[in-house]
């Protein structure tokens, strides 16, 4: 019944943008806290970032910090994951993840999208 999907991925040249979408559904948006995470071939699934089911409260990973912007809108149902100034290391799938408060920023989050695929070209 509760979904996540994300939308938006697709090849990006290094240095260049790309805006991920995830929207939910089967629940009331606002009442999630919502995460994005990535995992590179041959690495552990690492947090990206977080939003509060208010959206006033955010947090990053320090190798996106600058880089990256994490919002969203209630009444869409959607979170969106802005990504500039790209790089190779960039290169994972991601992946939307949804629980109450700090939990959705966690691997134990108790929701979770099937993933979208983010390439990297120079």
């Given at each position: 019944q509760v979904q996540l999907v994300e939308s938006g991925?697709?090849?990006v040249q290094a240095g260049g943008s790309l805006r991920l979408s995830c929207a939910a559904s089967g629940v009331t948006f606002g009442?999630?806290?919502m995460g994005w995470f990535r995992q590179a071939p041959g690495k552990e699934r690492e947090l990206v970032a977080g939003i509060s089911w208010s959206g006033s409260s955010t947090a990053y990973a320090d190798s996106v910090q600058g880089r990256v912007t994490?919002?969203?809108?209630t009444a869409?149902?959607?979170v969106y994951l802005q990504m500039n100034s790209l790089k190779l290391q960039d290169a994972a799938v991601y992946y939307c993840t949804g629980d109450r408060a700090l939990e959705a920023t966690t691997l134990k989050a108790r929701y979770?999208?099937?993933?979208?695929?983010?390439?990297v070209s120079t």
């Open positions: 991925g697709g090849l009442s999630l806290t994490i919002c969203r809108g869409e149902k959607t979770w999208g099937q993933g979208t695929q983010i390439p």
